[in-house]
């Protein structure tokens, strides 16, 4: 029997109060594509690190090759041909692209580097493996899918035998995941065994040759893409069904609630970031905004919210213009917010989940009298939240850093949405949550839609965008390029236009 | 391609030249006198920010240097004052130097301190241990020689003002300049960049992060003890409670201003000497008459003007400051 490209036997890697892996052995062989499969948190990233020697397993054997890697051997894994794309990407955003495909095993002429041999051989690999890269362009100038080429390169530039890739796809639009797919496909091809991890379970199949399914940090399957089906790996990945459908009614649109008028907004650097927007959500739909990240819609959705400048433009609600730069009085008029970074604009980590439940309403009624907060109602509140929005944890009084990202998540929608609101701002509700929670979330969003409320949801998920929205409005460089029904919507064309493409 | 390196900082330059040749016009020899004692005040401050360059672009905050000059000028002047022989003493201040930058790497890089409360350390550190060992009545048995080039230091005005210095100010331009294309051009430089920039990028091409900022930062200490024993042995030849006067934090203006580029920082500081030279000269012709204080503030009003000129408008190397962390899980 030949030996297989990689071989592990029975890893395990324990963190302070957490199983991230737990006796797992898998193969790759040469040529092949292996697709790691699981929910956030399933231990994805810590295996493959361990293969890469950027975490040092408790147990368990790690050959390549044939040869025995010791742990934590960084060095021994690339020396024996071991290439990895990270998931963040691991570039110098002020040098140039040969520096940074050089960097570490530079071409010299006696003390110096060799420019000019440098940038041949970044061209000559360009050329070997058709992803076309300029030598000389600075990295932070290039847009992330260039970016990641030239990651690839990067880790193919050492002759490896087996390329990791984490998470590649989760920046990328539909054609550059299209395109990173052939690339895959065509490296295989070429000899290289492929692992690469995901929780997309639509290009898994798309691609991988095997599929192995982690949960809680075990293997829990084995199997390949004609064997199985979305519904099946799902179920594998969570551990029970999982409908992936979002069941909703027909939308009953009503009346225009949230309007948006000649929108300008600037991003940090003092750019323009949301250009001359106008925009009509009505009561009882969802419009979901989907875009490539990094067009304006987090500018969009803080400005919305009272939390970044309006430099032009108003937003109204029911007809009344908001203020600016106000978020409590923008709450107060009927806007709900689930930001896109629970951490920093959703909770107070060291806050209680009961505290947390009423962070935009702690100061009113029935949760306070005067100056004198009422125990009693925050707790009944906090109370009939936990049980009516499935949050897990062991007692209200929890620290909400203490939760999963999940159910943090679920601590932040049911803050917001137990309220009446007009309007609820949902961006990137599911990011970095489990399967489970999200199916939970979205069912959580159209019920607010079936209330009455207008949502405006904002993804970088095309998936969520398709499966929530009754329309669709595509961002691209600050602006709408296109409205689109939500039945009928077709996922390449609604890809080309996140790229910037007319059609 | 060479003027990019340069980091277009050629404004400080153009300046500088013309004001000289305005004034050589004008009386030849009072305007040699200046530019060679230019040299002679700027020099210093270039070697001290080379030392902050060199961490900094590695990622880390360099405060202590005020403390590396101190401690390495002191321990320099001693062991040549107490053994005789100005080598020993030189020996002796770069090993302190390099003494002090390994104390700066082990309070920031292994035991990841807030890098600005390590340089604050080192020198309070250099403050008391010096005072406390200080003892007056020691004298030098000489200085460094100054050395004139033959036949180049007879040119008129360049002869005495690029040709006729002491071998350290020789061995201080030399390695600024090895500095600058060893940064820029060789693979120890690339890897330098980068770990200042993206530790994490560095890490995953298989460069150390942990080594190569002990590696820098203790030759950057070892640079500033070679500044210290300039200071002492070579410039001034004796020692005193506070001796360094604020050069290293001087120096940490200069190389913001010239962007982290050797060059840059080199310019900013022969620019800033010029400006105190012709001050003193102005001072002792009594062509004006300035109160000692003002001409005492000279340079930290400079300081404070040079930062608030480049402020916003320069960028630092993006991981400076930060202790570097393998990704946990």
Redesign the interface.
């Known amino acids: 029997m030949k030996t297989p490209l990689l071989e592990l036997t029975n890893i395990t890697k324990k963190y302070p109060g957490v199983i991230a892996n737990e006796d797992i052995s898998l193969t790759v062989n040469k040529g092949e594509i292996v697709a790691l499969l699981g929910e956030n948190g399933a231990g994805k990233s810590t295996l493959v690190k361990a293969v890469f020697g950027l975490v040092r397993p408790d147990s368990g054997e790690i050959r390549i090759n044939g040869h025995l890697i010791a742990p934590g051997d960084t060095a021994g894994a690339i020396a024996h041909g071991v290439g990895m794309v990270h998931q963040h990407f691991q570039l110098v955003p002020v040098m140039s692209v040969t520096d940074n495909i050089i960097l570490g095993d530079e071409p010299t002429r006696g003390l110096f580097i060799n420019k000019r041999a440098a940038r041949a051989e970044v061209l000559a690999l360009s050329e070997k493996y058709g992803l076309q890269v300029d030598p000389d362009a600075i990295v932070e100038n290039l847009p992330v899918g260039m970016q990641q080429r030239i990651e690839i390169l990067k880790a193919l530039r050492k002759d490896v035998d087996l390329l990791i890739l984490d998470e590649p796809t989760a920046v990328l639009t539909p054609q550059e995941i299209d395109e990173l797919l052939n690339v895959i496909r065509n490296l295989a091809k070429s000899g290289v065994g492929v692992l690469f991890i995901s929780h997309k379970l639509r290009e898994v199949i798309a691609v991988a040759d095997r599929i192995v399914v982690l949960r809680n940090g075990k293997a829990v399957g084995i199997t390949t893409p004609k064997e199985s089906d979305e519904e099946g790996l799902a179920h594998l990945m969570v551990g029970r069904d999982v409908v992936l459908q979002v069941e909703k009614g027909e939308a009953k649109a009503k009346e225009v609630v949230l309007s948006i008028r000649n929108l300008h907004v600037n991003d940090d650097r003092k750019l323009t970031a949301v250009t001359g927007f106008d925009l009509d959500v009505h009561a009882g739909e969802i419009l979901g905004i989907a875009g490539v990240e990094g067009n304006g819609q987090r500018e969009l959705v803080e400005a919305i919210c009272g939390m970044r400048p309006r430099i032009k433009g108003s937003v109204l609600v029911s007809g009344v213009e908001t203020p600016d730069m106000h978020p409590r009085r923008v709450h107060a008029m009927g806007i709900s917010h689930i930001p896109e970074d629970r951490e920093k604009h959703g909770l107070v980590a060291s806050y209680s989940i009961e505290d947390n439940l009423v962070l935009n309403q702690f100061d009113q009624p029935p949760f306070a009298k005067g100056w004198i907060r009422n125990a009693y109602a925050l707790e009944s509140n906090a109370n009939t939240l936990v049980k009516e929005f499935d949050i897990r944890t062991p007692s209200i009084k929890t620290t909400a850093g203490a939760l999963s990202g999940g159910n943090k998540q679920k601590v932040v929608v049911a803050r917001e949405l137990s309220q009446k609101t007009k309007v609820v701002v949902a961006a990137q509700p599911t990011r970095g949550v489990d399967v489970g929670s999200i199916e939970f979330i979205h069912n959580q969003l159209v019920a607010a839609r079936d209330n009455g409320a207008a949502v405006l949801l904002v993804s970088a998920e095309l998936d969520e965008v398709l499966s929530l929205s009754d329309r669709i409005a595509v961002m691209f460089g600050g602006k709408i390029v296109a409205f689109l029904d939500g039945k009928d919507a077709d996922r390449a064309k609604i890809g080309r236009l996140m790229a910037g493409l007319s059609e | 391609m060479i003027k990019k390196y340069l980091g277009s900082r050629w404004s400080p330059f153009v300046a500088t030249f013309s004001v000289i040749l305005f004034f050589y016009l004008k009386d030849a020899l009072a305007t040699t006198s200046v530019v060679a004692t230019s040299i002679t005040f700027g020099l210093p401050l270039a070697m001290a920010a080379m030392v902050g360059i060199m961490c900094e672009r590695t990622g880390i905050v360099n405060i202590g240097i005020e403390g590396t000059l101190l401690v390495s000028s002191f321990i320099g002047f001693f062991v040549a004052s107490v053994s005789g022989n100005l080598l020993v003493g030189l020996f002796a201040a770069v090993c302190m130097g390099a003494v002090s930058g390994l104390l700066l790497a082990l309070l920031s890089v292994t035991w990841k301190m807030d890098q600005i409360i390590a340089g604050t350390i080192i020198n309070i550190l250099a403050t008391g241990l010096t005072s406390f060992f200080y003892k007056q009545g020691h004298t030098l048995p000489s200085t460094f020689p100054e050395i004139d080039i033959p036949g180049l230091s007879a040119i008129p005005f360049f002869g005495p003002v690029l040709f006729m210095h002491g071998p350290l100010t020789f061995l201080g331009f030399f390695l600024i300049l090895v500095l600058w294309v060893a940064l820029y ?3 120890w430089g ?2 330098s ?2 770990v200042g ?2 530790p ?8 150390s992060v942990v080594r190569m900022r002990y590696l820098n930062v203790t030759i950057a200490g070892a640079f500033g003890g070679l500044t210290g024993a300039y200071l002492t042995l070579e410039l001034v030849g004796s020692w005193d409670r506070g001796f360094s006067a604020g050069r290293g934090f001087t120096a940490l203006a200069l190389m913001i201003f010239g962007r982290w580029n050797p060059l840059g920082a080199l310019a900013a500081a022969l620019f800033f000497g010029v400006a105190q030279a012709i001050t003193n000269q102005l001072m002792i012709t009594e062509v004006v008459t300035i109160p000692l204080q003002f001409t005492n503030m000279l340079p930290y009003v400079l300081t404070i003007l040079i930062l608030a000129i480049s402020a916003g408008k320069v ?1 630092a190397p ?1 991981a400076e400051g930060q202790p570097y962390e ?4």
């Open positions: 051009f060789t693979p690339l890897r960049r980068s920039e993206h994490g990028s560095a890490d995953t091409a298989g460069v960028r993006a393998k990704e946990s899980a």
